[in-house]
């Protein structure tokens, strides 16, 4: 009798063993095939997002490498335009070093998730394994916190930078998005800290000591009414959100003004590096002069058609098409913009958000057809001529941009093909142009009497 209670036991724990064992198996093989199939579908957005970039005109941004990662260094990573608003500034290190810094943690997460373990680098740093979690939960509520006051910023006080026409719909629901998201993913961090100390307190099996978590360590002790197996599902379930929702983070990212967390630094390494008053030659013009003056210089045979300035985005630079992917829609070029401010329709934000809008256009069509179909429509087609017509080409948007966009890049490249391409111009304008061509000055006088004035102090 003895004896057969005794195999009965026995084939209970092989049977229950067994299925944790499976239930442990199935979870990794499910961990690993969402992992997979979430890297997968973000390296072909990047790619798809790399591909349209590269549909603009070559621009050669590789020289004086040292000054580039500085730039890199200084305004990417160290953020230095923000500094201007100190408090703002702080705010969005927070945020930013939250996101990069807590992915450290991610890192033992997938870890973990592949290969069944639980909490895997704790037995081999020990004591610094309990200051990293603490520094990451301190960012984790400092993320919570910032997250909180720019929602109250958008969507409360309403700054006037974020209730501008050129963020209604999806600009505007997708900023809101992710500052809650990441909200609830810090949530789901300390939530899953909490459980994990609480399951500590009862010396339940695989949850190891790890020291006093320094803000889970105060939630913690709320939980000791719970029983063990409840404690269990909430750190599991936390545990699951948590990594889910970054994978879904980091597929949303290539749909989102977001995607500048990681194009910020590209776009500082090759931010151009003359001083930002100086204009482009149009090479092509200046051909033309050459060649009237020396026609031997000029090509034989049949040449391209000449081209001026960007009717589409195939005509900018790939620069300004990653300027367009990186921008952050945060509307400090506009606020700075003297046209947008004395109320004139053109924003430069929103000129960043066109091009992208476009180019995303262009990049579906190239994907549904195998190559670019006409489908009639540009630039032009976003932008109106009122709005390019405004810019006073001050660089005031350059200047404040944190992530080194040039709005007036596009500006200048639409506005030349306006005038060069279609002469549409106003008159005035003509004016002032048939003055450059004959006078040397944009006014009507002869240059032999551009001295005259002085006449008049003698
Ligand atoms: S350069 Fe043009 S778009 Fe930029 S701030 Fe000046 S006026 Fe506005
Ligand atoms: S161009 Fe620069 S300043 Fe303007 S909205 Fe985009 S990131 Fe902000």
């Known amino acids: 009798m003895l004896q057969n209670n005794h195999d009965a036991l026995s084939t209970v724990i092989f049977y229950l063993s067994s299925t944790n064992l499976l239930m442990q198996i199935v979870q990794q093989i499910i961990f690993i095939a969402v992992a997979a199939f979430a890297i997968w579908l973000f390296a072909k957005n990047i790619s798809i997002i790399r591909r349209n970039i ?17 730039n890199l260094l200084l305004l990417a990573f160290g953020q230095k335009k923000m500094f201007r608003n100190p408090l703002v500034a702080v705010m969005h290190f927070i945020v ?16 973990d ?4 373990t ?18 990451f939960e301190i960012l984790a509520l400092g993320v919570l916190i910032a997250c909180s ?21 999806w600009p505007r629901s997708d900023a809101n998005y992710i500052l809650i998201t990441e909200i609830i993913l810090m949530t789901l961090f300390l939530i899953m800290n909490s459980a994990d100390r609480a399951l500590q307190f009862k010396g339940a099996a695989h949850y190891h000591e790890t020291g006093n978590f320094l803000i889970s360590g105060i939630i913690a002790p709320m939980m000791n009414g719970l029983s063990v197996s409840a ?14 929702g970054i994978f879904a983070f980091l597929n949303y990212l290539p749909y989102s003004k977001h995607l500048h967390i990681l194009l910020a630094f590209p776009n500082a390494y090759y931010a151009r590096l003359e001083p930002m008053g100086k204009m482009d030659n149009m090479e092509n013009v200046q051909n033309e002069v050459k060649y009237m ?34 921008c952050t829609e945060c509307g400090r070029c506009s606020a700075a913009c003297p046209a947008n401010q004395t109320g004139k329709l053109l924003s430069p934000r929103k000129i960043m958000m066109d091009t992208r809008d476009r180019l995303e256009a262009v990049g579906k069509n190239i994907r549904a057809n195998g190559e670019f179909k006409d489908d009639g429509k540009n630039l032009f087609s976003h932008i109106t001529v009122e709005e390019l017509r405004a810019c006073t080409t001050c660089n005031a948007c350059v200047q404040e941009c944190p992530v080194s966009i040039s709005p007036l890049q596009i500006i200048l490249e639409l506005r030349r093909s306006l005038i060069m391409e279609d002469s549409n111009a106003p008159q ?3 004016v002032m142009f048939g003055n450059i061509e004959n006078n040397f000055a944009p006014w009507k006088f002869s240059p032999d009497d551009r001295d005259k004035w002085a006449d008049e102090l003698n």
């Open 293 to 326: 003056m020396q026609p031997e210089l000029a090509p034989t045979g049949e040449t391209a058609p000449m081209k001026f300035g960007a009717k589409d985005v195939f005509d900018l630079s790939w620069k300004s098409l990653l300027d367009s992917y990186s």
């Open 231 to 244: 404690l269990v599902i909430i750190e599991r379930s936390c545990w699951w959100l948590h990594i889910l």
């Open 428 to 430: 005035e304008w003509n």
């Open 149 to 169: 006051i720019f929602l109250v910023r958008r969507n409360i006080i309403k700054l006037k930078r974020f209730i501008s026409k050129d963020l209604d719909g």
């Open 96 to 111: 930013y070093a939250g996101f990069i810094i807590i992915n450290i943690e991610v890192l033992e997460i997938v870890l």
């Open 113 to 116: 998730g592949m290969i069944g």
């Open 118 to 135: 639980h909490r895997l680098f704790l037995p081999y740093i020990g004591g610094l394994y309990t200051f990293l979690i603490n520094a």
């Open 54 to 70: 590269l549909l603009g005109k070559d621009e050669d941004l590789n020289d004086n490498k040292q000054l580039r990662w500085r």
